[in-house]
Nanobody
Framework: QVQLVESGGGLVQAGGSLRLSCVAS????????MGWFRQAPGKERECVAA????????YYADSVKGRFTISRDNAKNTVLLQMNRLKPEDTADYYC?????????????????WGQGTQVTVSS
């Protein structure tokens, strides 16, 4: 079965950095567009970054542009989210997701598979 396993979350001070990793199994990774989403308490889940199957097209939410970088390594079935200059408002559970599409997908309902999430807490 398909599994997406995130890691790399934790507690960091404002201005710090974290790198989230998501390792996929049970699917042909290079055929899937990937996304990173986050959900803060009381808020809807939102897409913060997405990457096309060959990594040539990338989406960032306005709130993270210039601070977050998404990348993928199809040989390792891995998608990364490098998060720099973190802010308290970045505090949330972060999820990676996969969708069998060869274009960017940023809507939650369109993704096929989800990881279990990793918590990111940014202290002020």
């Amino acid at each position: 079965q398909v599994q997406l396993v995130e890691s790399g979350g934790g507690l960091v001070q404002a201005g710090g950095s974290l790198r989230l990793s998501c390792v996929a199994s049970g699917l042909t990774f290079s055929n899937y567009a990937m996304g990173w989403f986050r959900q803060a308490p009381g808020k809807e889940r939102e897409c913060v970054a997405a990457i096309k199957w060959v990594g040539l097209n990338i989406y960032y939410a306005d709130s993270v542009k210039g601070r977050f970088t998404i990348s993928r390594d199809n040989a390792k079935n891995t998608v990364l989210l490098q998060m720099n200059r973190l802010k308290p408002e970045d505090t949330a559970d972060y999820y990676c997701a996969a969708v069998l599409r060869n274009w960017l997908v940023t809507t939650t309902r369109d993704y096929d598979y989800w990881g279990q999430g990793t918590q990111v807490t940014v202290s002020s």
